[in-house]
């Protein structure tokens, strides 16, 4: 049975952030051959102690005027459980509506710990700073090898090399600054990175030199014996020889008669074989015979003919990669613009009606002003996003009934799409996205209900991002929800803390006096008050 997922690129850069507590090992751009759609997998590695239980990730594309399917995608891993070194993420695939992907932005956004601790991101990874590669060593690379290979057999990919954040071993693996020994094959470090001395790796390689020299001197004695053997068998093979020349003589006359055969009777045989299957409709056999003719009369010009003719077959056979592929190989040599073109709308078609809506589109799309293409444009459009929408990609839908304005009932259904997004985002813990969307849509179904709870999350959001005041003014507007008056004051608070850090001490000053009588509830509250008066007394 053939393999469910096939593999169109693969991903080698090891990707890393600054005190990101994961790295991305490796990537792969893959084919799922029964859902019939694309997708991404990535492995990733935890480099720190604690016990990693989800990773949220957003991937992002280079955007690109007709492609709809450069959304963001934002994925999260469940239930990893990973220790330290552990490896995850190989097994979990991420679908995509893209055809092809060469190239991606990779942002850890979040990743949450057994012990309940959170680590967040919002900058993009990047590849890791190479290690120092083995060619470095010159003369002595072949020395360090073999010096390795005697502390352990492995495969040494580069040297072993300090990165200050991190270090790379012989065998290519990225440990910890302060791991003692490689995570992968166990090496010290300390024992590695001695290896690396010059004077170590000269003195080795002038012993290994003795050595050589040495058994050179043994086999040359051994080569001189041997010669002298050989001049003692040739006498007895000269006479062998003659015999054979005869025998040679005749092969050549033999040899010549056959030749004749295949230079001259045998392709003529063949070229009305090909010229035969090609009148009656077998194409495979006469491109096979066309092809291996070469030059041979005009078995150029049949091959075009029959890549021609066997290119409509394919395409009346609904065979359109098939026909397209003959096509495109003859569009240098013919004029058949005008063939290429009906074939990409036929398979165009073809998608639309098996519901590979995104492969319709991007052709309708490059065949704008080809028949009517420009309605199939939002026919195909709508459809796109409606299976988007089953499919509870809401990003996609969204984006794509955006796009299409007032087209049938697509303002209705934006609503709909832009109130399940808002849904899906809050469940993602993407506050900002959530409140945003309600925000927009007002009174819709229990959006007043939903919008309270956003609200509460998004003032945490902002808190995060040391925007204080507009933080305090969202959970003012929600004074009575949950904890948000006991948070409105530690924002307040933070507010100030802020301003004392900038060293304008009034502005620090009158905030905390607006809520005096809470300071005592906040820890640090009433030093930073008392310090703040300090300050403003000395100034």
Not at 259 to 266: A, D, E, I, P
Not at 434 to 444: F, H, K, R, S, V
Request: proline share 3%.
């Amino acid at each position: 049975m053939a393999a469910r997922y096939k593999t169109n690129r693969i991903f080698t850069d090891k990707l890393w952030q600054k005190d990101c507590p994961v790295l991305m090992e490796k990537g792969a751009f893959l084919y799922d051959t029964v859902k019939q759609l694309h997708l991404l997998q990535f492995k990733f590695c935890n480099l720190q102690s604690k016990v990693i239980e989800s990773v949220h990730i957003e991937i992002e594309f280079p955007k690109t005027d007709h492609d709809v399917s450069a959304v963001p995608i934002n994925y999260r891993y469940q239930e990893i459980h990973a220790a330290f070194h552990d490896r995850f993420g190989i097994q979990s695939p991420i679908y995509v509506i893209k055809k092809e992907v060469n190239e991606f932005q990779l942002t850890v956004k979040s990743v949450h710990f057994q012990d309940g601790s959170i680590w967040t991101g919002a900058s993009p990874l990047i590849p890791l700073a190479a290690p120092d590669y083995l060619t470095s060593l010159g003369e002595y690379q072949e020395t360090f090898i073999q010096e390795v290979h005697k502390m352990k057999d492995l495969n040494c990919m580069n040297l072993p090399t300090d990165r200050e954040e991190f270090w790379y071993c012989a065998c290519g693996t990225v440990n910890g600054k302060d791991e003692t020994h490689c995570i992968n094959c166990s090496i010290p470090k300390e024992a590695i990175f001695q290896l690396r001395d010059p004077d170590f790796l000269k003195a080795r390689k002038q012993e290994a030199d003795a050595r050589q020299k040495l058994l050179e001197a043994e086999q040359e004695a051994e080569r001189l014996k041997n010669l002298q053997t050989e001049l003692e068998n040739k006498k007895k093979r000269k006479k062998v020889l003659l015999r054979i020349t005869a025998v040679c003589c005749s092969l050549v006359l033999l040899f010549g008669i056959g030749l004749l055969s295949v230079k001259v009777f045998y392709p003529e045989y063949r070229y009305d074989k090909a010229v035969s299957y090609m009148e009656n409709r077998n194409y495979d056999n006469a491109l096979q015979v066309f092809e291996s003719l070469g030059d041979y009369k005009d078995s150029s010009k049949k091959l075009l003919e029959t890549k021609y003719a066997y290119a409509g077959v394919l395409a009346e056979n609904k065979d359109y990669d098939g026909a397209l592929a003959y096509y495109n190989e003859l569009n240098d040599s013919m004029d058949v613009g005008e063939e290429i073109d009906l074939v990409r709308y036929q398979l165009a078609n073809d998608c639309v009606e098996n519901g590979r809506y995104s492969d319709a589109l991007k052709i309708y799309q490059d065949l704008a002003d080809y028949k009517d293409c420009a309605k199939r444009i939002p026919e195909t459009k709508y459809l796109l996003a409606s299976a988007s929408m089953e499919s509870k990609d809401y990003t996609t839908a969204y984006r794509l009934y955006t796009e299409l304005g007032d087209y049938k009932d697509v303002p209705e259904r934006i609503t709909e799409a832009k109130y399940l997004l808002a849904n899906a985002s809050i469940e993602s813990k993407d506050y900002t996205t959530a409140y945003q969307l309600y925000t927009e849509l007002g009174d819709y179904k229990d959006v007043p209900e939903r919008i309270t709870e956003a609200k509460y999350h998004y003032a945490g959001v902002l808190v995060d991002r040391g925007d204080y005041q507009e933080a305090v003014d969202l959970y003012k507007e929600i004074y009575n929800y949950k904890d948000s008056a006991d948070l409105q004051k530690i924002a307040n608070f933070k507010k100030a803390q802020k301003f004392f850090d900038q060293e304008n001490y009034s502005e620090c000053l009158f905030t905390l006096q607006k809520m005096f009588n809470s300071l005592k509830d906040i820890d640090g509250a009433t030093e930073l008050y008392n310090e703040c008066k300090n300050k403003l007394w000395r100034q």
